[in-house]
């Protein structure tokens, strides 16, 4: 037997030591007890695997300390703020659109109190939570009736569940993507209890590929946005027109995923041509369905517009219930969709439009700040180099956005260990890694972040 084990300190005479009450006082007895246990049966193991017994076991002082920190770490919160320089705006992991202060401000005022969520102040009775955003989107869209749920995904689930349920939808196979997320276009259709019938080919439909499709089965016609994956080159697919004759001749309804779902143009920022909502309603479209949290620029929800008949027919559905909108995404919905009226400039009020649109020259001149005090970080060697940021979140694939970066390199680190020495700080800093170097994009990180990203890496960098 190995003779060290009976060196081991007893659990319960360190519970009992002057140390553990302060401890004790901060995490309750039972976390700590369990702390110190687990400690000893590591070193036990250890022992047993014949190791020389741990540091921390021979030194009192160093054995608490261990254990503190152990304690401090399994009250730290995994769901935290990050600096994003990773260059993609949208970025779905790092939690999409950052919010504007205004939808900020309604979410925590309706978080705080009660309110006419379901309530008409009118006649005192029961009303519908469906109908405080619905004007709004109608303003901004054009369609005739609409609904909130939690997202994008659920609103075309409820909207196949509500209309196609037993039937068949049509679907060009240039247009059955998966998008990520295990959220793949045939297996949503599936899962609604309709069928699928593909049409066309991977890079060309055409008109009559839909029309010739059609039987007493058919429930609706369905296009969706490909997300981040383009058909370029030897392709074609009908246009919206095209499809809404085809659908109106005989009177099925036409449903478009649209996936991101812009409400202004953009391209007078440079940017291409991503499907305009009221656009989209204007060609024919029956129905649409988008995201809140993507070029929108609000919180997570799912927007379904369109044709009233349908619209009521979808929120008499259970599914919609089942994925109906929470108030406080409601109440930032509600604020965020304010902002595209006029006389307000949504470009410059919505967060992640501002970040898309912003002249190189403001991202220039945070690249230069950042760089000049990086200067007096020893080791630490920074270039500012060109960079091509992107929308993400599905949006706009083919399009980069120009932006500049601040390349890191460190002598004793490879980019590898840079990102993951940032993403280790507080807070932490998500970079790109792009041809061997570590890239702090300029472009996803705001003017207020820019004395946290410095300090970040004066502290990072610090022997
Ligand atoms: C992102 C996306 C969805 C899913 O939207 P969520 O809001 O993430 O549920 C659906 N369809 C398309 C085309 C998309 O780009």
Redesign the pocket.
């Given at each position: 037997m190995n003779t060290s084990l009976r060196k081991l300190p007893k659990v319960q005479t360190l519970m009992d030591s002057a140390n553990a009450a302060p401890l004790i006082d901060v995490f309750g007895r039972e976390h700590v007890t369990e702390a110190v246990r687990e400690k000893i049966e590591r070193a036990r193991t250890k022992l047993l695997a014949d190791a020389p017994m741990p540091e921390a076991i021979l030194s009192e002082r160093l054995f608490w300390t261990d254990i503190s920190e152990t304690l401090d770490q399994s009250r730290e919160q995994s769901l935290k703020r990050v600096i994003n320089a990773s260059g993609i705006v949208i970025h779905t992991n790092l939690g999409r659109a950052p919010l504007a202060p205004e939808a900020i401000a309604a979410m925590s005022e309706i978080a705080s109190t009660y309110s006419t969520l379901e309530f008409e102040l009118d006649t005192g009775k029961r009303g519908s939570r469906h109908s405080h955003a619905e004007t709004l989107i109608c303003e901004l869209t054009g369609a005739k009736a609409a609904l909130v749920v939690n997202?994008?995904?659920?609103a075309?689930l409820t909207v196949l569940s509500a209309l196609a349920n037993h039937k068949e939808v049509i679907a060009s196979r240039g247009e059955l993507v998966e998008?990520g997320g295990s959220?793949r276009m045939p297996d949503v259709i599936t899962q609604s209890g309709a069928t699928l019938k593909e049409v066309g080919t991977t890079n060309k439909t055409h008109p009559a590929d839909y029309a010739d499709a059609i039987t007493e089965s058919t429930a609706l016609l369905l296009k969706?946005?490909t997300?981040n994956y383009a058909v370029v080159g030897f392709s074609a697919s009908p246009t919206r027109g095209q499809l809404a004759e085809i659908a109106k001749a005989n009177s099925l309804p036409l449903i478009e995923?649209?996936?991101?779902g812009v409400l202004v143009d953009l391209t007078p920022y440079g940017l291409p041509n991503e499907p305009v909502v009221k656009d989209v309603i204007a060609a024919g479209v029956d129905i649409v369905t988008f995201?809140g949290?993507?070029l929108l620029g609000g919180p997570?929800a799912?927007i379904i517009a369109g044709r009233k008949d349908l619209i009521d027919q979808i929120k008499r559905h259970p599914m919609a219930r089942a994925v109906r909108v929470d108030k406080l995404s409601l109440a930032a919905l509600i604020a965020t969709l304010e902002l595209y009226r006029a006389p307000s400039d949504p470009i410059a009020r919505i967060p992640v439009l501002r970040k898309i649109s912003e002249p190189i020259d403001l991202v220039r001149a945070r690249a230069e700040h950042l760089a000049d005090h990086c200067s007096s970080i020893e080791d630490l060697q920074t270039t500012i180099v060109p960079s091509k940021a992107r929308a993400g979140?599905?949006s706009l694939p083919l399009q980069d956005l120009p932006s500049l970066a601040l390349s890191l390199t460190h002598p004793d680190m490879s980019p590898d260990q840079l990102a993951e020495h940032l993403r280790a700080a507080c807070p932490p800093v998500i970079g790109r890694i792009s041809k061997e170097k570590l890239l702090i994009d300029l472009r996803t990180v705001s003017d207020e972040e820019i004395s946290d990203l410095s300090s970040v890496l004066t502290t990072a960098f610090s022997s």
């Amino acid at each position: 037997m190995n003779t060290s084990l009976r060196k081991l300190p007893k659990v319960q005479t360190l519970m009992d030591s002057a140390n553990a009450a302060p401890l004790i006082d901060v995490f309750g007895r039972e976390h700590v007890t369990e702390a110190v246990r687990e400690k000893i049966e590591r070193a036990r193991t250890k022992l047993l695997a014949d190791a020389p017994m741990p540091e921390a076991i021979l030194s009192e002082r160093l054995f608490w300390t261990d254990i503190s920190e152990t304690l401090d770490q399994s009250r730290e919160q995994s769901l935290k703020r990050v600096i994003n320089a990773s260059g993609i705006v949208i970025h779905t992991n790092l939690g999409r659109a950052p919010l504007a202060p205004e939808a900020i401000a309604a979410m925590s005022e309706i978080a705080s109190t009660y309110s006419t969520l379901e309530f008409e102040l009118d006649t005192g009775k029961r009303g519908s939570r469906h109908s405080h955003a619905e004007t709004l989107i109608c303003e901004l869209t054009g369609a005739k009736a609409a609904l909130v749920v939690n997202n994008c995904a659920g609103a075309i689930l409820t909207v196949l569940s509500a209309l196609a349920n037993h039937k068949e939808v049509i679907a060009s196979r240039g247009e059955l993507v998966e998008i990520g997320g295990s959220f793949r276009m045939p297996d949503v259709i599936t899962q609604s209890g309709a069928t699928l019938k593909e049409v066309g080919t991977t890079n060309k439909t055409h008109p009559a590929d839909y029309a010739d499709a059609i039987t007493e089965s058919t429930a609706l016609l369905l296009k969706s946005h490909t997300s981040n994956y383009a058909v370029v080159g030897f392709s074609a697919s009908p246009t919206r027109g095209q499809l809404a004759e085809i659908a109106k001749a005989n009177s099925l309804p036409l449903i478009e995923d649209l996936g991101s779902g812009v409400l202004v143009d953009l391209t007078p920022y440079g940017l291409p041509n991503e499907p305009v909502v009221k656009d989209v309603i204007a060609a024919g479209v029956d129905i649409v369905t988008f995201s809140g949290d993507k070029l929108l620029g609000g919180p997570q929800a799912g927007i379904i517009a369109g044709r009233k008949d349908l619209i009521d027919q979808i929120k008499r559905h259970p599914m919609a219930r089942a994925v109906r909108v929470d108030k406080l995404s409601l109440a930032a919905l509600i604020a965020t969709l304010e902002l595209y009226r006029a006389p307000s400039d949504p470009i410059a009020r919505i967060p992640v439009l501002r970040k898309i649109s912003e002249p190189i020259d403001l991202v220039r001149a945070r690249a230069e700040h950042l760089a000049d005090h990086c200067s007096s970080i020893e080791d630490l060697q920074t270039t500012i180099v060109p960079s091509k940021a992107r929308a993400g979140g599905g949006s706009l694939p083919l399009q980069d956005l120009p932006s500049l970066a601040l390349s890191l390199t460190h002598p004793d680190m490879s980019p590898d260990q840079l990102a993951e020495h940032l993403r280790a700080a507080c807070p932490p800093v998500i970079g790109r890694i792009s041809k061997e170097k570590l890239l702090i994009d300029l472009r996803t990180v705001s003017d207020e972040e820019i004395s946290d990203l410095s300090s970040v890496l004066t502290t990072a960098f610090s022997s």
